[in-house]
Antibody
Framework: EVQLVQSGAEVKKPGESLRISCKGS????????ISWVRQTPGKGLEWMGR????????IYSPSLQGHVTISADRSISTAYLQWSSLKASDTAMYYC????????????WGQGTLVTVSS | DIQMTQSPSSLSASVGDRVTITCRAS??????LNWYQQKPGKAPKLLMY???SLQSGVPSRFSGSGSGTDFTLTISSRQPEDFATYYC?????????FGQGTKLEI
């Protein structure tokens, strides 16, 4: 069974750093991209970027590039999303999803990680 | 970025009704169009890919059509478990943008 398991909820203060994770199992981790999707409270879905675990090639959404870092460690089948300096506006639910390399379709999703940034 | 516009933003329908949701892309995306269903407190779930291909395990009452810039998701006979928000997404070019969502209500 394909599974993406994300790390637990986080509560942070503005300016703090954070890294959340997404561990894949049940499939060849390097055969699919991993994407990150943000959902702010009561809002829709925003695609943040994707990483190819086979070569660590990363594509960011232009609106987010420079504020977050996406990475992957294929040796442990895990992808990461990290911030060096959180803002209150980063408060959101973050999902990772498995992306088909041909169609770009997200056919399996993690359960989500809620990040709350508040002073 | 390619802009995706869904309509309507919300929709009330009774059990058994036929429901149609539309999605328009700001430029041609061929058939690189996916539909997702999201229930409250849950991750999105893939319903359709390639505009008209049904994801494995999804009931056949769901169907999709379209190419280029205009797409539709149809539920042939709405069931109680279909209460959710539906999103279209283009996977033609990055960033893979989503529509704003259509909330299907009772």
């Amino acid at each position: 069974e394909v599974q993406l398991v994300q790390s637990g909820a986080e509560v942070k203060k503005p300016g703090e750093s954070l890294r959340i994770s997404c561990k894949g199992s049940g499939y060849s981790f390097t055969s699919y991209w991993i994407s990150w999707v943000r959902q702010t409270p009561g809002k829709g879905l925003e695609w943040m970027g994707r990483v190819d675990p086979s070569d660590s090639l990363i594509i960011y959404s232009p609106s987010l590039q420079g504020h977050v870092t996406i990475s992957a460690d294929r040796s442990i089948s895990t992808a990461y999303l990290q911030w060096s300096s959180l803002k209150a506006s980063d408060t959101a639910m973050y999902y990772c999803a498995r992306l088909d390399k041909v169609s770009g379709t997200s056919d399996s999703w993690g359960q989500g990680t809620l990040v709350t940034v508040s002073s | 970025d390619i802009q995706m516009t869904q309509s309507p933003s919300s929709l009330s329908a009774s059990v058994g009704d036929r429901v149609t949701i539309t999605c328009r892309a700001s430029q041609s995306i061929s058939t690189y169009l996916n539909w997702y269903q999201q229930k409250p407190g849950k991750a999105p779930k893939l319903l359709m890919y390639g505009a008209s291909s049904l994801q494995s395990g999804v009931p056949s009452r769901f169907s999709g059509s379209g190419s280029g810039t205009d797409f539709t998701l149809t539920i042939s006979s709405r069931q109680p478990e279909d209460f959710a928000t539906y999103y279209c997404q283009q996977s033609y070019s990055t960033p893979y943008t989503f529509g704003q969502g259509t909330k299907l209500e009772i």
